[in-house]
C-alpha cells in the first residue's frame, strides 16, 4: 500500500540556519502518528513544507505518492492542515467562516450546508454557530479551525499543536474528533511538544530534535526498545537512595528514589527483602512505567520539558 507520506532527505534552512536537516519519514494509510518534539525542533517548518506553503532546499516529499513539487494542487484536495496560528474572521460567525472557507475549495449549496453541519457537530459548536468568532473562547477558535479544514473531506489532516494554550474541555472534543476521524479511516498527522498527548492519541511517533529525527516507529516499539526501565521505591524514615545490586543511577523523586536498572523486579524483590530485614515501614515499591519522556532523555540527553 503507498504510504500516505513519504519524505527522504529533506533539509531546511533559514538565512543559513538549518532548520530541518536530511529528515526522513514515512506515514502508513490510516494511522495516527505523532510528531514529537521540544519548542524549535521543526516540527511547524516540517508541516510547513508538507502543505507546500514553503519549500525545501533539498529532498524529496511524496503525498499518496504524488510529488509535492509536480503535483500540489492534487495533494491539496487531499490534506487538510490546521496551522498552528488561528486563521478565522472575528467579525463573521463560526457559520459565515465555514461557508467562506468550504466555498474556497469549490463547494456549494446544499452540499455545504450538509458538511458544515456534520463538522460543527464534530467539534461540538452547532449551539455556538451563529455567534462572531470573536464571541468565541479561544478553544472554540481552534475547534472552528480544525472544522475548516475538514470541510473538503480530506484523506490526510495535518495538525500543527492544535491543543496549545486550550481550556480541558475544548482537548478532549479535539482528542474525541481525531480518534472519530481515525475510525472513519482518516490518516492524521499530529505534531506537538506534549508526550502525554502522543501517549493517549498516536499509534506511530517520530521523535524531532534540534532538526532531526532521532527515531520513529510504533508507539509500543519505541517505549520497549529506548524507555529506561527503572524502580519507583519509598519508605519511611529513608533518606538516602537505596543500595541494590543492579542499579546504574537513583534520582529522589518526591519524597521517593527513582531507581534505574536492567532488572527491575529483581531489584524490587531484593529491597523489599532488604527493607522487611531492617523492618522499614514501606511506602511505595512498583514498577515505573516507560514514558516517552525517558525515551526522548534517553535518545537526545535531555527532557521534552527542559
Ligand atoms: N520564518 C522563519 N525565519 C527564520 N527562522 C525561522 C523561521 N521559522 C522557524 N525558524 C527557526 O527554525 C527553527 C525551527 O522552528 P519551528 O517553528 O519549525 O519549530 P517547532 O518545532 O515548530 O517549534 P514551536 O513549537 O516553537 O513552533 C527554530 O530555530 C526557529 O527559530
Not at 78 to 93: A, H, N, W
Not at 182 to 189: D, F, K, P, S, Y
Not at 278 to 298: N, W, Y
Amino acid at each position: 500500500m503507498t504510504d500516505v507520506l513519504n519524505v527522504r532527505g529533506v533539509t531546511k534552512s533559514y538565512g543559513g540556519h538549518p532548520a530541518l536537516k536530511g529528515v526522513e519519514l514515512k506515514v502508513k494509510p490510516g494511522s495516527c502518528f505523532g510528531l514529537l518534539g521540544p519548542n524549535g525542533a521543526g516540527k511547524s517548518t516540517l508541516m510547513k513544507l508538507l502543505t507546500g506553503i514553503i519549500d525545501a532546499d533539498q529532498g524529496v516529499i511524496e503525498l499518496f505518492g504524488l510529488n509535492i513539487r509536480k503535483e500540489l494542487p492534487a495533494i491539496h484536495r487531499l490534506i487538510g492542515y490546521v496551522p498552528q496560528d488561528i486563521t478565522l474572521y472575528e467579525k463573521l460567525s463560526g457559520r459565515q467562516n465555514l461557508t467562506f472557507f468550504g466555498q474556497m475549495h469549490g463547494i456549494r449549496g446544499s452540499e455545504l450546508k450538509k458538511r458544515i453541519a456534520h463538522v460543527l457537530e464534530a467539534v461540538g459548536l452547532t449551539e455556538r454557530a451563529g455567534d462572531e468568532i470573536a464571541s468565541y473562547s479561544g478553544g472554540m477558535k481552534r475547534r472552528i479551525n480544525i472544522a475548516a479544514a475538514l470541510l473538503h473531506q480530506p484523506k490526510l489532516v495535518i495538525m500543527d499543536e492544535p491543543t496549545v494554550g486550550i481550556d480541558p474541555q475544548s482537548r478532549n472534543h479535539i482528542f474525541e474528533m481525531i480518534r472519530k476521524l481515525q475510525r472513519e479511516g482518516v490518516t492524521i498527522l499530529y505534531s506537538t511538544h506534549y508526550m502525554e498527548e502522543v501517549e493517549a492519541l498516536c499509534d506511530e511517533v517520530a521523535i524531532i530534535d534540534h532538526g532531526q529525527i532521532v527515531s520513529q516507529g510504533g508507539l509500543r516499539e519505541l517505549l520497549e526498545l529506548h524507555a529506561v526501565k527503572a524502580v519507583y521505591a519509598e519508605a519511611a524514615g529513608v533518606s538516602e537512595p537505596p543500595v541494590v545490586e543492579g542499579v546504574v543511577r537513583a534520582t529522589q523523586e518526591g519524597s521517593g528514589w527513582v531507581l534505574e536498572c536492567d532488572h527491575p523486579l529483581k531489584v524490587m524483590s531484593e529491597l523489599s527483602a532488604q527493607w522487611a530485614d531492617d523492618g522499614v515501614i514501606v511506602k511505595a515499591l512498583e514498577l515505573m512505567q516507560p514514558t516517552l519522556d525517558s525515551v526522548f532523555l534517553k535518545l537526545t540527553g535531555t527532557t521534552l520539558r527542559d
